[in-house]
Nanobody, 122 residues
């Protein structure tokens, strides 16, 4: 079993940069594909970025070129670096994990964090 804890959210201004972290428990972190999702008020949860055990990445079109997902296996941590933030990036950001890539990118991962709020003011 994997427990995920997100951190790094907060209130920022348009154009700012902010990095989110997701710390995972357990010894098998390197065996899990990881994803970042977000859910804005009144909207469905959507995939932001995902990274495989081998380092392959997948990004939503809305964040390509602005967001970067990375992982540091010895630290059991996945990061989401976000630049040029916009008000439409305001959402609760969630971290997800699953041994199967298809499950992560489909939002069907077995493990989820509690989420961290990010608010981008205009």
């Amino acid at each position: 079993q994997v427990q995920l804890v997100e951190s790094g959210g907060g209130l920022v201004q348009t154009g700012d940069s902010l990095t989110l972290s997701c710390a995972a428990s357990g010894r098998t972190f390197r065996s899990y594909d990881m994803g970042w999702f977000r859910q804005a008020p009144g909207k469905q949860r959507e995939l932001v970025a995902a990274i495989s055990t081998g380092g392959s990445t997948n990004y939503a079109d809305s964040v390509k070129g602005r967001f970067t997902i990375s992982r540091v296996n010895p630290k059991n941590t996945v990061y989401l670096q976000r630049n040029s933030l916009k008000p439409e990036d305001t959402a609760v950001y969630y971290c997800a994990a699953d041994p199967r890539w298809s499950s992560v990118v489909a939002g069907l991962g077995n493990y989820w964090g509690q989420g961290t709020q990010v608010t981008v003011s205009s």
